[in-house]
């Protein structure tokens, strides 16, 4: 497998985790300890702790950019780019996505952890374009 596959597959494990050391944790254990029932945890309205909800949202930014991230790698894969500049960049993309959840969860939205987040999701848009770009020069060039 390729570099940007790995990482692709590393974005879907991630998204995974951060699912169930969050999300199934706080549920899970407020359903087993009878503080709440399985049917309190509604879609359309998110109650709990404040890390909690920034839980869902993260794990929400990742399931928003995982299909991005996959038709960038599908493209570069069916196009059979194998370039440094593409493993380095789908490298920075799951690191950085990574970071950006752990801000997301960990810290209380001041200006500071919030800047963060958005370098953080910054380079994630950047490296995508540069994806892009790199798969349509490739496609210029094969014709």
Not at 33 to 39: E, F, L
Not at 81 to 106: E, N, T
Request: hydrophobic content about 60%; aromatic content about 12%.
């Amino acid at each position: 497998m390729t570099i940007p596959v790995w990482m692709l597959l590393g974005f879907a494990v991630w998204t995974m985790i951060l699912l169930l050391s969050t999300i199934a944790v706080y549920r899970w254990s407020r359903i087993l300890t009878g503080r709440a029932a399985i049917k309190d945890f509604r879609a359309d309205q998110v109650e709990g702790e404040d890390w909690y909800k920034r839980a869902m949202r993260a794990h929400a930014n990742c399931i928003e950019n995982l299909p991005v991230f996959g038709a960038i790698v599908f493209a570069l894969y069916v196009s059979g780019v194998r370039s440094p500049a593409a493993d380095y960049l789908s490298i920075a993309v799951l690191v950085s996505r990574v970071m950006q959840s752990v801000v997301h969860v960990a810290f209380v939205p001041t200006n500071t952890a919030t800047s963060a987040r958005f370098v953080l999701f910054s380079i994630q848009l950047v490296s995508f374009a540069a994806l892009i770009v790199i798969i349509v020069r490739r496609a210029a060039i094969m014709g």
